[in-house]
């Protein structure tokens, strides 16, 4: 079956730009997580999504949000970008007792 | 302190060498992840854990619930082992807390 999909995989923005990425989970997957990782902080979990409601929610400013829809792909936004928001954003889909599929990643830098 | 402590931060062996890096956390946990991150970004979830062992091919994967610690070992490993181990707890409230992670160079 595919693996989860996400896009885009490449982002250059601009401080105070909003950016959306997206995540299209394994189908038949009903939760959606999302995780950032500097190099300075690691990875670190940002919310998770289950049939269309935040389930969870990581210690981040409010600028980063994020929703499901109907079909379980999930997206996250970041408003009012800053330097420090540059970073790979990964999404895991997973349900039940699975193990997490990771996407590849989309790698933002904010200049 | 963090909830979740590997070690070593990094770690070369020589090719076929025998390789165990430790996880410790500090939590009631439902489950322990083990992941490996290759150059790119790319991260595989490898095993699940919530007792006892688990093998798949040349790793294994221990977890002893009582003294909250975790270990990965890697037999006769290879150059293509080289990544980054990453050491991920699954507690209260469901969301996932990850260690600083153990870099692993195997030489030829």
């Known amino acids: 079956k595919a693996g989860v999909t996400q896009t885009p995989r490449y982002l250059i923005k601009t401080r105070g730009q909003q950016v959306t990425l997206s995540c299209s989970p394994i189908s038949g997957h009903r939760s959606v997580s999302w995780y950032q990782q500097t190099p300075g902080q690691g990875l670190q979990f940002l919310f998770e999504y289950f049939s269309e409601t935040q389930r969870n929610k990581g210690n981040f400013p409010g600028r980063f949000s994020g929703r499901q829809f109907s079909n379980s792909r999930s997206e996250m936004n970041v408003s009012t970008l800053e330097l420090g928001d540059s970073a790979l954003y990964l999404c895991?889909?997973?349900?039940?007792?699975?193990?997490?599929?990771f996407g590849s990643g989309t790698r933002l830098t904010v200049v | 302190k963090n909830e979740v402590e590997q070690s070593p931060q990094n770690l070369t062996a020589q090719e076929g060498e025998f390789i165990t890096i430790n996880c410790s956390y500090s939590?009631?946990?439902?489950?322990l992840h083990w992941l490996q991150q290759h150059p790119g970004g790319g991260i595989v979830s490898l095993f699940m854990l919530s007792s006892g062992k688990k093998k798949h091919g040349r790793l294994i994967a221990t977890i002893n619930i009582q003294e909250k610690h975790s270990s990965l070992h890697i037999t006769a490993s290879h150059p293509r082992d080289s990544a980054v181990y990453i050491c991920t707890i699954k507690a209260a409230g469901n969301k996932l807390t990850f260690g600083g992670g153990t870099r692993v160079l195997v030489k030829p």
């Open positions: 939590v009631g946990i439902s489950a």
């Open positions: 895991a889909s997973h349900q039940g007792g699975d193990g997490y599929t």
